[in-house]
Each structure stands twice: as structure tokens, then as C-alpha cells.
């Protein structure tokens, strides 16, 4: 019996957007229940209200800087033109902060958010207890959706800072709007890339809601790195069409070899999924994705922190004995 394409890629579809609607409703539920999450969330709020002007505005030098690096974007671009440094936007993913920034979420992906590795690691907690990284990015968000517009004009006045410093140094600057989230800054905050296009920053993103690589209006600098999860394969079809590589993280150790410069274990040249074949990108090599000098290529992604290895919804994808 011969099946109809179009009932096939519905019935797909539907069940894509069944099980994202689900895994919202699932981290809701437990950030709204999580004691470790509410404490940051309290504590955010607290240090918010302590910088509230008597007339209302947002007293900056008492409220984390909204750009920064951390491990995930910090680290040698040796394909690079000239020096190169990659600064973000760390806000809260999902519904940490209370606000959900993340719309194009799996169940996985939320579960093994890299939120929670690195110096967010739930036991990095100050001697007062609490838990500074966190709480900075809790701040961030609650900023972002309740005093927008006080948050556009720092984190402009902020990149064109930062920008002016390394250009002294010749050094070129990246920006990564999400490096925990998913917000639609391309609509809901467009100046912010006409500052990065006058600046000549590179700006990129990993991004799982398919609608925002179709829609980019800004794709002549604003590169988007179709992220996988366990659920959202039957997009990577669209986003190759649109000129995006697909981010898949996967199982390979993320050892390193005895000069702690180089990986122990290899990516595969080529991988398949779904049925699709391409070549691959060592994407843990750095984090510019825009540099990339493969097109229609996977990008193989190490899973971080211990929570991923406990994967059971398939977001972590197995290839290691795959290795070239």
C-alpha cells in the first residue's frame, strides 16, 4: 500500500508538536516544584528589588552585566582571519526564571540543558549559599520580560563597549544572542542587529524552532545552526534547504588526548539520520559556527556534564564506535 507523503509528514508533524507541548507543560511543573531552582528564582527577585531606583528604573551597577563568556563559547578559533572573541546572552532556559524562553524545547534537550555544567553546576554555591551563576542568569531573564526596555538599551550600550575594546586590541567580536535560550531577538529586538551589522559582529545561534531559520531576516549575518533533538529530525530536510548545518550532540567521550589540546576520540566522517547522510564538522573544535567551512554537514557535538549520559529519550544520539 502505497502511503500518502503529505498524511505522513501531518501525522509528524502533529505528533512534534504533541510532544513539545507536553515537554513544556513537564518543565513547568517541575521548575515550579524544584526547591534548588525556586531559591535562585527568590534570590533573583530579591537582588532586583534592592536596584529599583525610587523612580523606578534599574540601578545597573547593582545587577550583572548582560554579556559574558563562559566554556561553552570560549575557546580557540584557529580558522579565524584574525583574533577572535565569542561573547552571549546567558539567560535561564525554559521556565527556570518563571519566563519561558524556550518554545522549541524537548524533553531531552531541557533535561541535559547545559545550564546546570560548568560553573552552573547546581553545588558551585558561594559561602553565603548561594548559587551566583545561576541566579545572574535568573536576573537576566526576569529583566528581559519586565523591563525590556531598559534591558535593550545596557545590552546595546554593552556590546558596543565591548566591541570598541577589542577592536583596540585588533580583535574581531562574535555575539551569541541564546547560549542557554531560544528567544526570537530577530523580531522582538531587531535593533540589536542593525548595532551588530554597523559593528561588523558576527552574530550566530543553535536553534531548534524550524519557523525561525525559514523566517531569518537577517540571514546575511545572522547564522543559525539547526540544533537536533530526539523529536525534531523531520526538519533537518527544511533547514538544509534554508543553508543551516545540523547541531547533533552524541555520545562520543569527551576525553581528551595527552597534549589536553586535541579530543581522544575522533567524530565519524560521515553520519545518517533519519535516513539522511552527510559529512561531518568536529563542533567542540570551537563554537563559531559560521566559520564552518563545510556546508550541508552535521556538527558533531560531545555530550557535556553527567545528566546527559543518563539520557533515555534518545536526544543523545550513539555513534561512538562510529569513529573514524
Known amino acids: 500500500m502505497k502511503i500518502d507523503q503529505r498524511s505522513f509528514d501531518a501525522t509528524k508533524i502533529k505528533t512534534y508538536k504533541q510532544d513539545t507541548k507536553q515537554a513544556l507543560l513537564n518543565m513547568k511543573a517541575y521548575c515550579a516544584s524544584d526547591q534548588f531552582i525556586k531559591d535562585c528564582r527568590q534570590a533573583a527577585y530579591d537582588r532586583i528589588d534592592l536596584a529599583i531606583n525610587k ?22 578559533v584557529t580558522n579565524s582571519k584574525n583574533d577572535l572573541e565569542i561573547w552571549g546572552l546567558s539567560l535561564a532556559p525554559h521556565f527556570i526564571s518563571g519566563f519561558n524562553t ?33 541566579i545572574a542568569r535568573i536576573i537576566r531573564t526576569i529583566l528581559w520580560f519586565k523591563y525590556r526596555d531598559e534591558f535593550k538599551a545596557k545590552l546595546l550600550k554593552e556590546i558596543t563597549a565591548k566591541n570598541k575594546a577589542l577592536r583596540a586590541k585588533k580583535i574581531d567580536m562574535a555575539f ?22 554597523y559593528l561588523k559582529i558576527q552574530v550566530y545561534d543553535y536553534v531548534k524552532d524550524i519557523n525561525r531559520i525559514v523566517e531569518n531576516p537577517f540571514k546575511d549575518f545572522y547564522n543559525m545552526t539547526f540544533s537536533l533533538s530526539e523529536n525534531n529530525s523531520l526538519f533537518i530536510p527544511t533547514a ?63 555530550g557535556k556534564g553527567q545528566t546527559i549520559r543518563k539520557d533515555k529519550t534518545n536526544f543523545m544520539v550513539n555513534v561512538f564506535g562510529q569513529a573514524a
Open 102 to 134: 524556550c518554545n522549541g524545547l524537548s524533553l531531552g534537550c531541557a533535561e541535559a540543558c547545559l545550564m546546570f555544567t560548568g560553573m552552573g553546576q547546581k553545588f558551585m554555591v558561594a559561602s553565603d549559599g548561594q548559587h551566583k551563576v545561576a
Open 176 to 197: 551569541r544572542p541564546n547560549v542557554f535560550s531560544e528567544v526570537k531577538f530577530e523580531k522582538l529586538f531587531t535593533e540589536l542587529f542593525t548595532l551588530c551589522k
Open 55 to 76: 523612580d523606578g528604573s534599574l540601578n545597573w551597577s547593582k545587577l550583572p552585566n548582560l554579556i559574558g563568556q563562559n566554556t561553552k563559547i570560549k575557546k580557540d
Open 240 to 302: 538544509l534547504k534554508h543553508g543551516s548545518n545540523i547541531a547533533v550532540v552524541t555520545d562520543i567521550p569527551t576525553n581528551k588526548s595527552k597534549d589536553k589540546k586535541s579530543y581522544k576520540y575522533l567524530v565519524p566522517k560521515k553520519l545518517s539520520i533519519s535516513g539522511i547522510e552527510l559529512p561531518t564538522i568536529d563542533g567542540d573544535q570551537h563554537d563559531a559556527r559560521y566559520l564552518d567551512n563545510k556546508k550541508n554537514a552535521f556538527v558533531i557535538l560531545r
